[in-house]
């Protein structure tokens, strides 16, 4: 007959599960930690060309009448 009272050796199955569960964290840290830097980067090469379209349209811009005499003579010479 089996003994109720005696405790089974489990450090078998927890030393190694402990450890495989360490090297999970650390590598989901470690892909975090790349993917945060990464968007960082690209977030900063976006930042540094935000106002390159504004560049591109300054040549086109028309100017704005804002005297009077000139809209007045824009109106005549139509």
């Given amino acids: 007959m089996k003994n ?8 078998s199955f927890l030393i190694p599960g402990l450890l495989i569960g360490a090297m999970f964290a650390g590598a989901i840290t470690y892909l975090y930690i790349k993917k945060k830097s990464d968007l960082i980067a690209e977030a900063n090469e976006l930042k540094a060309h935000a106002k ?3 560049k591109k349209k300054e040549g086109k811009l028309k100017k ?13 010479t139509e």
């Avoid at 109720?4 to 450090?11: A, C, I, T, W």
């Avoid at 704005?64 to 005549?76: N, Q, T, V, Y």
């Fill in 4 to 11: 109720p009272f005696k405790q089974e050796d489990s450090n």
């Fill in 52 to 54: 390159d379209y504004l």
């Fill in 64 to 76: 704005h009448k804002s005297d009077i005499d000139e809209i007045a003579e824009h109106g005549r």
